[in-house]
């Protein structure tokens, strides 16, 4: 009451004074609505992970956890395959990290801090990316990837997911280095330091948060890919691939289980990077 | 001072366009020359069997259906999520973070997520049940329920996809000046007026952005329909797949890839020339 009565004399309309309270409660609401929506499906999926085969068929079900137990999981990850298809998801994604920065940052920080001739033409090769559904472009790689000896590998799937996250990596270290003022490299030019040193010593380190932010973005985008890696693979399948396999023929609580494992790193990553995601996506939508 | 042109920048950049022409341009020629190529010479024989297989024009339809459900209805719906978001200032981090959640979670997890809720002894069916609307399970996801299986799809897809399209919305809304909205409000402008007058407009090359990037997505939406209806829903990428899997048939595979491009392509092309943002009109 007491900051409605002081906020008066500085608006001056009474309508504002008896507004605020009704429309923060429908605010609140739809925002509460919001949220069940988003936590809720995650919720059930959770509960139909750790249920077990008792849970998934009992009928009529309640909302409330009843007999959890660590045993469906445990059973899950003993089935042959799925511990190795969770390796492979972890390879593929790591390969994926490493290889869309170190191809990614280079030109990033060349399109940031020079101006040459082709870089417009360069900057539409990596917008044209966005044009085409990406993951579609495997299906005429296997051909060439058996030969090569990459088929069925989770060094071939990363390839194609690198495909994926480098265009994202480009533009949104192209930013990073920007924000990084071209003075201090100068500095350290004058001082002696060679330009790879100077870049080793005063560029990287400031860039270092948003280069986890982008390597994140990268791994996440490799550890939900479906597609491609289900075209590339047979035996050494990733994760997302081996459940897609067996999605027809495996119990439900297995479902569960692997969509749950499937889930868990992405909350944890996009908590991690919430700082950078609103940076990281208005650079990257431009 | 603008450095000047050495080969530097050439050397920085030369790895990513190598690559990129070997995974990226190079199996984009692969596919249209693998589509055009049955037998012997240039033909059309792929594209006549993708054409003549019972579940073409389903897939078309079925992706395109799903598209223009889904793209627009999640467009409203992050606007709205945005609305609200910027009008709160305690809590608005951790409202974020749920918000976005699902940017991260794969679509295969997403389907597999739904598939807990509506499957036959799902939380939809026990809900039902406590209601007294129905009498026993009941199943939503096959063939014989098609729009029951649509439906859970465009949930799943809006459940998914709607963060990334908030998050650029979000990242859009920071751009424009606080001062237009509240200029407006002084001469007495509606909340709905400053809203589709001011808001939208400025907020164009965002939503323009937005926009192509689930589009384009859409078009390929391919492990959601699988998760939660196997084949019973067939759309394009799911067809290309199976053929490319399952009858081993590149060429015919190559012709749905093909298919969805161009689909794609002719979206973005559509949406750059609709959404145009001349230069003087940017805040």
Known sequence: MTIQAAELPRTGKSRSMTLPSARRLLLWTGLAVLLAWVLVPIYFVALGAFGGRLGVFRWPKTIWPADLSLAAMTQFLGIEGVFNALVNSLIAAGLTVVFSILLGAPAGYALARYTFPGQNAYRLLVLLTRAFPLAILALPLTVSFIRFGLYDTPFGVSLIHTVLALPFAALVTQSLFMGIPREYEEAAWVFGCTRFQAFMKVVLPLALPGLAATAIFAFVISWNEVFAASILTVRERTLTAYLLRILSESPLHYRFAGGFILIIPSVLFIFAVRRYLFAVWGIASK | ?283
């Open chain 2, 1 to 283: 001072m603008p450095a000047r042109t050495s080969w530097i920048p050439y050397a920085l950049i030369a790895p990513s366009v190598i690559f990129l022409g070997a995974l990226f341009l190079v199996p984009l020629v692969q596919t249209i020359w693998l589509s055009f190529s049955a037998g012997d010479g240039f033909s059309l024989g792929n594209y006549q069997r993708m054409a003549s297989d019972l579940n073409f024009s389903l897939a078309v339809r079925n992706t395109f259906l799903l598209t223009l459900v889904v793209v627009p209805l999640q467009v409203v719906l992050a606007l709205a999520m945005a609305t609200m978001v910027t009008k709160l200032d305690k809590g608005r981090d951790l409202v974020l973070w749920v918000l976005t959640i699902p940017l991260g979670i794969s679509d295969l997890a997403a389907g597999l997520a739904w598939l807990a809720l509506l499957q036959n002894t799902g939380y939809l069916n026990s809900a039902l049940y406590a209601l007294g609307l129905i009498q026993g399970p009941v199943g939503w996801l096959s063939q014989e329920t098609p729009w029951a299986l649509f439906f859970a799809i465009v949930l799943a897809e809006l459940w998914r996809a709607t963060a990334i399209v908030l998050v650029i919305l979000i990242a859009g809304l920071q751009l424009i000046p606080k001062e237009f909205s509240e200029a407006a409000e002084i001469f007495g402008a509606k909340p709905w007026t400053r809203f589709t007058r001011i808001t939208l407009p400025l907020l164009k090359p965002s939503l323009q952005s937005a926009l192509i990037l689930r589009t384009v997505l859409a078009f390929e939406v391919f492990a959601v329909v699988y998760a939660l209806g196997g084949r019973n829903f067939p759309v394009l990428a799911g067809e290309a797949y199976v053929w490319q899997n399952d009858n081993q048939n590149y060429g015919v595979a190559a012709a749905y890839a093909v298919l969805i491009m161009a689909i794609s392509l002719a979206a973005t092309a559509v949406y750059l020339r609709a959404l145009r943002t001349r230069p003087e009109q940017l805040p």
